[in-house]
Nanobody, 124 residues
Framework: QVQLVESGGGLVQAGGSLRLSCAAS????????MGWFRQAPGKEREFVAG????????YYANSVKGRSTISRDNTKNTVDLQMNSLKPEDTAIYYC?????????????????WGQGTQVTVAS
C-alpha cells in the first residue's frame, strides 16, 4: 500500500518562501511521476508542479513557474516543492500525489494516491 505524507506548510508573509516535503511509502517509487496540487476554498484542485520518473523532467503551472522548484530523491522516496516569492493567491491546501504512469499530468484523475494535504497560508 502506498502512503504519502506531506509536511512543511504554514503561515508566511507575502514574498516569503516555504519548502513542502512529501514522504512516500511503498515500492517502486522511482518508476512513477509525482505531482503537487493545491486547492483553495471554493475552487477546484489544480496542478502546481510535476516531476517525471527516471531523469526527473519537471513541469510547472504558469502560476508558479519561475517561483517554484520540484525535486525528488529516489533514495529517500521523497518529493519536495520549494516555493519562493509567495503571494496571497498561493494560499491553499497543497497535496502530494503519485501519478499512474512515469510522466506527470495536470488532471487529478491521472493520479491514484494522494496525501492528506498541508495548509499554506500567505499573508499580505
Amino acid at each position: 500500500q502506498v502512503q504519502l505524507v506531506e509536511s512543511g506548510g504554514g503561515l508566511v508573509q507575502a514574498g516569503g518562501s516555504l519548502r513542502l516535503s512529501c514522504a512516500a511509502s511503498g515500492r517502486a517509487f522511482n518508476i512513477y511521476a509525482m505531482g503537487w496540487f493545491r486547492q483553495a476554498p471554493g475552487k477546484e484542485r489544480e496542478f502546481v508542479a510535476g516531476i517525471s520518473s527516471g531523469t526527473g523532467i519537471t513541469y510547472y503551472a504558469n502560476s508558479v513557474k519561475g517561483r517554484s522548484t520540484i525535486s525528488r530523491d529516489n533514495t529517500k522516496n521523497t518529493v519536495d516543492l520549494q516555493m519562493n516569492s509567495l503571494k496571497p493567491e498561493d494560499t491553499a491546501i497543497y497535496y502530494c500525489a503519485r501519478a499512474k504512469i512515469g510522466l506527470p499530468r495536470v488532471d487529478p484523475s491521472d493520479y491514484d494516491y494522494w496525501g492528506q494535504g498541508t495548509q499554506v497560508t500567505v499573508a499580505s
